[in-house]
């Protein structure tokens, strides 16, 4: 009575343990989107072998057929066939079967040979985004990026058929149970899939043009810290992470990589004299002689000669290195390094992958003059990229220090609700909103006036500053090799978006940053103007135009002007009636297509609207 009735439940699990085998079903891995749905990261069903040893009744001719099927010797697949193991899966050449190779074995319709639901990792956009999103081993765990970061909410929960056998493995003629495996939760990320091409094309043309020895790029919202876009040369396709090496795969530049900044730091430098008002931008001045002797070291300026007599704000514009080590010594070496501290460098920034730098800053006892010269205009200190875009992000949102993430929500697979929301950190305030204001334009007149022009766009107020930093290798500096570099902020009044851009060593090519970064830089900024709708405005520093720059004017601004001058003067000059032609040309094709009319129909409204905006314009 005991047996059967008190303890039935006890012995009844025990006896079904004995009995029941379970063939794995693999859960399907979490999906990886853009911030706009689209998919970055995916599945492909696939098939693997599972073998059921003791149901297998000619191990011989089943070693042979599969080894025949799967490329393998027969010792190989004897190994399989003969273990003594309740379930065998043969791995690894037995994973991931193409169709046509899984319908070779289900055609052979052999006792205790199986075939399972496995799902392999797909990269829709191969080596995009590469090393932010990471890979998948052989087993779909995450090896690195947001694979390996957030591998505990994309793996699942594996399933299986649960079959019944007796004690030498042959199957019973009891029910198999199905155990519905759990799949994981889709991450949607910060990520932009339009800023992030543009970010990947531009990469490709700076390989192409410069042949760099790397090459990167990071776009953030500077009002949450979301990444909008991060890439880097070399990258690599996660669907064939095989074929890579571990530095290629593992080396994630944005947030690894640690070099002297360059000009880029003097953003912070100025930050950090305005708000501790050591210097006014506007009325205070330097006179730039072309080098400054500090102790043993002259520092030189890039301008032969100097600037001569300069406000601060155009020591700004012009990058000028001694009137960046007269706002250090004005500063003091306890002030900056705080403000280094402040802004982060030294310490990682936190953001949410895997194998993040620290940089290098000195230690204050080991601070003398020409150390705290050179720290003032970024020569000697080392920082990531991903503290430079964060540090300056502070610079110019009003002050606040966030920590960079990539993560943006966490989804449930199937109804795409959002279970978990990551939204901004702020870290600590860095400067007050009076200085962040003052850099958000003295960074716009450094694109408008000073070396950023060629990243200048007109009608969007655009700004930045150009970097140029000597390389070092043990202790010292290489000759003609530099990293270039560029920041953008968009717009510069209500920034946006923040652009950092960074090319070691380029190649074949003046080492200008009018040359090298900020053609880049602009193109970049132009696509993300489009992807975030950002809308022209009036009210911006209008760029200080040299012989050498290009102006572009609006199609409908050509038409309309040059029709206002024919009807005021009555004629044209042959050159100016093609131009109006051509114009007129063009504008009635975009319309055309725009407003899905016909060409005649296009021709009369713009006449009509010249006329009427004539009338406007005379009155």
Same mark, same amino acid.
């Given at each position: 009575?005991?047996?059967?009735?008190?303890?039935?439940?006890?012995?009844?699990?025990?006896?079904?343990?004995?009995?029941?085998?379970?063939?794995?079903?693999?859960?399907?891995?979490?999906?990886?989107?853009?911030?706009?749905?689209?998919?970055?990261?995916?599945?492909?069903?696939?098939?693997?072998?599972?073998?059921?040893?003791? +149901?297998?009744?000619?191990?011989?001719?089943?070693?042979?057929?599969?080894?025949?099927?799967?490329?393998?010797?027969? /010792?190989?697949?004897?190994?399989?066939?003969?273990?003594?193991?309740?379930?065998?899966?043969?791995?690894?050449?037995?994973?991931?079967?193409?169709?046509?190779?899984?319908?070779?074995?289900?055609?052979?319709?052999?006792?205790?040979?199986?075939?399972?639901?496995?799902?392999?990792?797909?990269?829709?956009?191969?080596?995009?985004?590469?090393?932010?999103?990471?890979?998948?081993?052989?087993?779909?765990?995450?090896?690195?990026?947001?694979?390996?970061?957030? /591998?505990?909410?994309?793996?699942?929960?594996?399933?299986?058929?649960?079959?019944?056998?007796?004690?030498?493995?042959?199957?019973?003629?009891?029910?198999?149970?199905?155990?519905?495996?759990?799949?994981?939760?889709?991450?949607?990320?910060?990520?932009?899939?339009?800023?992030?091409?543009?970010?990947?094309?531009?990469?490709?043309?700076?390989?192409?043009?410069?042949?760099?020895?790397?090459?990167?790029?990071?776009?953030?919202?500077?009002?949450?810290?979301?990444?909008?876009?991060?890439?880097?040369?070399?990258?690599?396709?996660?669907?064939?992470?095989?074929?890579?090496? +571990?530095?290629?795969?593992?080396?994630?530049?944005?947030?690894?990589?640690?070099?002297?900044?360059?000009?880029?730091?003097?953003?912070?430098?100025?930050?950090?004299?305005?708000?501790?008002?050591?210097?006014?931008?506007?009325?205070?001045?330097?006179?730039?002689?072309?080098?400054?002797?500090?102790?043993?070291?002259? *520092?030189?300026?890039?301008?032969?000669? #100097?600037?001569?007599?300069?406000?601060?704000? +155009?020591?700004?514009?012009?990058?000028?290195?001694?009137?960046?080590?007269?706002?250090?010594?004005?500063?003091?070496?306890?002030?900056?390094?705080?403000?280094?501290?402040?802004?982060?460098?030294?310490?990682?920034?936190?953001?949410?992958?895997?194998?993040?730098?620290?940089?290098?800053?000195?230690?204050?006892?080991?601070?003398?003059?020409?150390?705290?010269?050179?720290?003032?205009?970024?020569?000697?200190?080392?920082?990531?990229? *991903?503290?430079?875009?964060?540090?300056?992000?502070?610079?110019?949102?009003? #002050?606040?220090?966030?920590?960079?993430?990539?993560?943006?929500?966490?989804?449930?697979?199937?109804?795409?609700?959002?279970?978990?929301?990551?939204?901004?950190?702020?870290?600590?305030?860095?400067?007050?909103?009076?200085?962040?204001? *003052?850099?958000?334009?003295?960074?716009?007149?450094?694109?408008?006036?000073?070396?950023?022009?060629?990243?200048?766009?007109?009608?969007?107020?655009?700004?930045?500053?150009? #970097?140029?930093?000597?390389?070092?290798?043990?202790?010292?500096?290489?000759?003609?090799?530099?990293?270039?570099?560029?920041?953008?902020?968009?717009?510069?009044?209500?920034?946006?978006?923040?652009?950092?851009?960074?090319?070691?060593?380029?190649?074949?090519?003046?080492?200008?940053?009018?040359?090298?970064?900020?053609?880049?830089?602009?193109?970049?900024?132009?696509? *993300?103007?489009?992807?975030?709708?950002?809308?022209?405005?009036?009210?911006?520093?209008?760029?200080?135009?040299?012989?050498?720059?290009?102006?572009?004017?609006?199609?409908?601004?050509?038409?309309?002007?040059?029709?206002?001058?024919?009807?005021?003067?009555?004629?044209?000059?042959?050159?100016?009636?093609?131009?109006?032609?051509?114009?007129?040309?063009?504008?009635?094709?975009?319309?055309?297509?725009?407003?899905?009319?016909?060409?005649?129909?296009?021709?009369?409204?713009?006449?009509?609207?010249? /006329?009427?905006?004539?009338?406007?314009?005379?009155?």
């Amino acid at each position: 009575f005991y047996v059967q009735v008190v303890d039935y439940k006890k012995l009844s699990n025990l006896a079904s343990d004995l009995w029941s085998r379970n063939l794995p079903i693999e859960a399907s891995r979490g999906r990886i989107l853009d911030r706009n749905g689209v998919v970055l990261a995916d599945n492909i069903t696939t098939t693997s072998l599972v073998l059921i040893p003791n +149901q297998i009744k000619n191990k011989k001719e089943v070693t042979t057929k599969l080894a025949e099927i799967l490329g393998v010797s027969f /010792d190989e697949m004897k190994e399989h066939v003969y273990k003594e193991t309740s379930i065998e899966r043969v791995h690894p050449e037995g994973r991931r079967l193409s169709y046509e190779v899984a319908d070779k074995i289900e055609a052979l319709n052999f006792d205790g040979v199986y075939l399972v639901k496995e799902s392999k990792r797909y990269y829709p956009y191969e080596e995009m985004l590469s090393h932010v999103l990471g890979y998948v081993g052989i087993d779909n765990q995450g090896l690195s990026g947001i694979e390996l970061q957030y /591998d505990d909410y994309l793996m699942g929960e594996n399933g299986a058929i649960k079959y019944f056998s007796d004690a030498k493995g042959n199957k019973l003629e009891l029910t198999d149970l199905y155990i519905e495996p759990q799949d994981g939760m889709d991450l949607q990320l910060s990520i932009d899939i339009n800023i992030q091409k543009s970010v990947e094309r531009e990469l490709d043309n700076v390989v192409d043009m410069f042949n760099p020895d790397m090459a990167l790029a990071v776009v953030m919202d500077p009002k949450t810290g979301e990444i909008l876009a991060m890439s880097s040369r070399p990258n690599f396709d996660p669907n064939n992470y095989q074929n890579y090496t +571990q530095e290629e795969l593992s080396r994630n530049l944005p947030i690894w990589a640690s070099y002297e900044p360059g000009s880029t730091q003097k953003i912070v430098t100025t930050a950090a004299a305005v708000e501790e008002g050591v210097v006014d931008l506007f009325k205070d001045e330097f006179t730039d002689t072309g080098s400054v002797q500090v102790d043993t070291a002259r *520092i030189k300026c890039w301008k032969a000669g #100097g600037h001569g007599h300069q406000t601060f704000l +155009q020591v700004l514009q012009n990058s000028c290195n001694p009137g960046f080590v007269k706002m250090g010594q004005l500063l003091g070496k306890e002030r900056l390094f705080h403000y280094l501290d402040l802004f982060g460098f030294g310490n990682k920034t936190g953001i949410d992958l895997n194998g993040e730098g620290e940089g290098i800053i000195f230690p204050l006892e080991n601070v003398g003059n020409i150390e705290l010269a050179t720290t003032a205009f970024g020569q000697g200190i080392s920082v990531t990229p *991903i503290q430079q875009i964060t540090a300056i992000s502070a610079v110019i949102n009003g #002050g606040n220090l966030l920590k960079p993430f990539v993560l943006k929500n966490i989804l449930e697979p199937e109804t795409g609700n959002v279970m978990e929301h990551n939204s901004k950190t702020k870290v600590r305030k860095v400067i007050s909103e009076e200085t962040s204001e *003052i850099m958000r334009y003295a960074l716009e007149t450094v694109v408008a006036l000073g070396g950023g022009k060629s990243a200048y766009i007109d009608g969007y107020r655009i700004g930045g500053k150009t #970097g140029t930093a000597q390389k070092a290798v043990n202790g010292a500096y290489l000759a003609n090799n530099y990293i270039m570099s560029f920041v953008g902020i968009v717009p510069s009044n209500d920034p946006e978006a923040v652009l950092y851009i960074a090319i070691d060593n380029p190649k074949d090519t003046a080492l200008l940053s009018s040359y090298t970064t900020t053609p880049i830089a602009r193109r970049i900024l132009l696509d *993300i103007i489009d992807a975030l709708d950002i809308e022209k405005q009036e009210g911006g520093v209008e760029k200080d135009y040299e012989w050498t720059d290009k102006v572009y004017y609006e199609v409908a601004d050509v038409v309309r002007n040059l029709a206002f001058k024919q009807k005021e003067k009555g004629s044209l000059s042959t050159g100016e009636k093609k131009m109006l032609l051509n114009a007129k040309q063009i504008l009635v094709s975009e319309l055309v297509l725009a407003e899905h009319s016909s060409k005649e129909e296009i021709e009369k409204l713009i006449d009509n609207k010249i /006329d009427m905006s004539f009338k406007e314009y005379r009155v």
